[in-house]
């Protein structure tokens, strides 16, 4: 099968480009720098339907694993990779005839002030999602599944906490974190915490790839362990030799701190409101079958930091997050806001 992959340089998207590639598929790369990804890659991005046409020309299936992890991103550049970036693919996908675009979601469209406990795909938040990006997030899968129809079948696969080896997303930040005196938890950290181990998204997402009844709904694709937030960061500042992670101020005190800065409430969302997610309709359609554990998990991410130089060699690579600029070029290709 001839595969495109979107976001083939990132975290999630190289995964998954390296996992095709070893078992025998066509991979392509779109890229923003092509010097970048280790095969055949094309120049291009999200705002560029021109480009993402081209590298789409002749493949089966297009990946779509590029977007902003970072939550403190601008609007401007949330609203223009996401959504406008979403309809550019669409447009491209429809324009050469690709049978199935794969779009990597997030559980954070439904991202609330509240806990989502046991909580299914078609469940929805009363409103908006909480935030720019969880709000961005939510239109781009929307686009994606209601354009699916017999000429583009489409699948949203909805991950939590994506964690795992080459983690350059977030693993920075809780490494700065844990260098600083220990992961912070919301409170005592003692709410469950949904995460998703990278490759048991690399599974779901060559699963649907051709899984015949998958087409036109998203799927949540979480690891199957109910643990508290103080558990899983504790397991990894261990497995990484950082200190143990510490409490922090309770939800209701920070909560309302968070919104007067205007800083920091997803984070407090994502680590402080309890997250289990019911993914039996992934085991279903795309027969997701997640066998790795936390254990084994836990040492590949640990061996892969050692080889990148350790804790702190990770800590450094954090990013600012995007600001209004960084959609300039493909605001301006569009003839502007």
Known sequence: MKVLVLGATGFIGGAIARRLAAQGHDVRALCRDASRFTGDARDGDLGDPASIAAAAQGCDVVVNAAGIVDPDAHPRALRWTHVAGMENLLKACRHVSV???????CTDVTLANHDRVHWDELKPVPGEPFGPRAQSLQLAEDLTLSAS????????LRAAWVWGPGDTSRLPQ???EGLDGGIRLVGDGRTYLATTYVEHLVDAALAALDAPDAPGRAYHVVDPVFQHARDF???LSEALGLPRPRDGAPFAIAWPIARVRGR???ELLQRGKSTLFDFSQACGKLHYDPQISLEDGLA???RWVEAEGGVAAIAARRKPPPGASAVDRQVAAAGGD
């Open 99 to 105: 049978a199935r675009l794969v779009h990597v979601s």
């Open 233 to 235: 960061f504790g397991a």
């Open 149 to 156: 129809d017999d000429r583009l079948a489409t699948v949203a």
């Open 264 to 266: 920091g409430a997803v």
């Open 300 to 302: 590949a991410t640990a």
């Open 174 to 176: 809780l490494c700065a």
